[in-house]
């Protein structure tokens, strides 16, 4: 990743999280801001891929370089770094893969989000937010390196569209920013977790990678997770799966 993306952003901790405040308040004045993922496609057979994410704790969990909100000030290109991920090879009729990383926990009512004297609890209904979106990934590829999806944090978000590896789509925190903020634009690719501080529960961010028997989803220009999965159907040779945790809370 070109060292200008990691210098290319010089916002706070704090400004990030005020500014995600205010267009999660904004989000919820003007009604859902995301549709929940559909249902993952079935398996044309059942074939398992075996999928790792690098740099986990000892307890399951993703470092904080992998945050969008990380737990104290830092560099910009300090954090947002995407994790590594690999994955087995798929079936001998895989001619793609896609790969997306979705947050299970979200709270549904977001304007309880990090508010004064609510605790968000194992009871608190959740929805799911696809964090990542890479598809159109060639066959001959099984692995992502740390950073390569992202470096650090970008203001605006790293590009959509065409990689060397794969065709980025647009993430969950397109949605939320006004048109007139610093930190809008279509975010491409991968922008990590940001649980509320006031949520007792750990999040559990699920990376899931597709062997497709097409080379394209034939998707372009400004899609979403939600519009791969759609894509999919009647695609996925095989499907695997790692799991990983992330909390805000002290």
């Known amino acids: 990743m070109p060292s200008g993306m990691q210098r290319s952003g010089r916002a706070s901790t704090a400004a990030v999280g005020a500014a995600l405040a205010v267009a999660v308040a904004r989000a919820v004045a ?31 969990r993703l470092p904080a370089s992998a945050a969008y909100c990380p737990p104290s000030r830092r560099d910009p290109a300090e954090y947002n770094i995407s994790p590594s991920v690999s994955w087995s090879q798929g079936p001998a009729a895989t001619r793609s893969y896609a790969l997306l990383m979705t947050d299970l926990d979200v709270p549904k009512d977001l304007s309880a989000i990090n508010k004064p004297g609510v605790v968000l609890d194992a009871a608190t209904p ?19 390196r740390q950073g390569e999806e992202s470096a650090g944090f970008v203001p605006k978000g790293n590009p959509i569209g065409p990689t060397d590896h794969g065709l980025r789509g647009a993430n969950v925190y397109s949605h939320f ?29 699920v990376t899931q990678v597709y062997a497709l028997d097409v080379p394209s989803l034939g998707l372009q220009g400004l899609f979403f997770g939600e519009d791969a999965l759609r894509a999919m159907q009647g695609h996925v040779l095989a499907v695997g799966e790692a799991d990983a945790l992330y909390s805000a809370a002290p």
Request: glycine share 10%.
């Open 30 to 60: 003007a009604g859902p801001a995301v549709t929940p993922p559909a249902a993952a496609p079935a398996t044309a057979a059942p074939v398992s891929l075996t999928v790792t994410v690098g740099g986990l704790t000892a307890d399951g």
């Open 126 to 144: 959740r929805v799911p937010f696809i964090h990542w979106v890479l598809i159109d990934i060639p066959p001959t590829i099984t692995h992502l």
């Open 177 to 205: 920013y006004p048109k007139d903020s610093p930190l809008a634009g279509p975010r491409g690719g991968y922008d990590g977790p940001c649980p509320p501080h006031n949520d007792t529960v750990a999040h559990r961010y």
